[in-house]
């Protein structure tokens, strides 16, 4: 600001003299939260997600953000993949395949975003990631219902056999009685008697 560069209506100018002021900018740092699965076998896909945002809460959402896989052992190893942004999760999305040849261990997620600013503003995240030389052994859901409905079909199967039986030995209990019942009706009739008083007497004679 130079001397007497500004005035009111009254007449009053000021600053008296020329103030110089360098103000210390440095960039800002953005905000990173990682989520991603912390084990992984090999052949899998690793997907992750990041929420990336300004000091002041502002979404970052236009610039680059990437994530690199690193594992410090022997061989080190450096694999990359570019994210993309969600505009309905307002995320950035990124996956990887672990592939045969990566090294079983602890592994590094570094996820970085910039925009395009000069200087940019930056920002770093890490997750630890187990990779496991053979993939982790799962029971596919899809088994559990071929069981179940075994399971369910034999039941079912033998209960229907054991009701064909109990119907089977009652159909049979009351045929005999049915038997039972009509050989005393005929026991009873006057013809039975006549023809029962007749080998009576013929015995007798």
Known sequence: MTGHAYS???????????ITNSPQLTPASLGITV???????????LKFNATIAYPDGTIFQSGTAAGYLLYSGTPIVNDSTPM??????RQWIGTYTVRSSDTGGLWSLVV????????????????A??????????????YFGIIAALIAGLLIAAFLIFKRRRMT????K?????????????????????????VTKEKDE
């Open 8 to 18: 009111d209506a009254y007449g009053n100018t000021g600053p008296g003299v020329r």
């Open 35 to 45: 989520t991603a699965s912390t084990s992984i076998g090999v052949g899998q896909q």
């Open 84 to 89: 993309v942004f969600d505009t309905n999760l």
């Open 112 to 127: 970085r975003a910039s925009d395009s600013q000069s200087p940019p503003n930056t920002g770093t995240a890490t997750r």
């Open 129 to 142: 990631i187990t990779i496991q030389n053979n993939p982790p052994a799962s029971f596919p859901l899809y």
């Open 169 to 172: 030995t009652t159909r049979l």
């Open 174 to 198: 009351i045929d005999l009685d049915a038997v039972h019942s009509e050989a005393g009706r005929i026991e009873n009739s006057e013809f039975f008697k006549s023809v029962k008083d007749q």
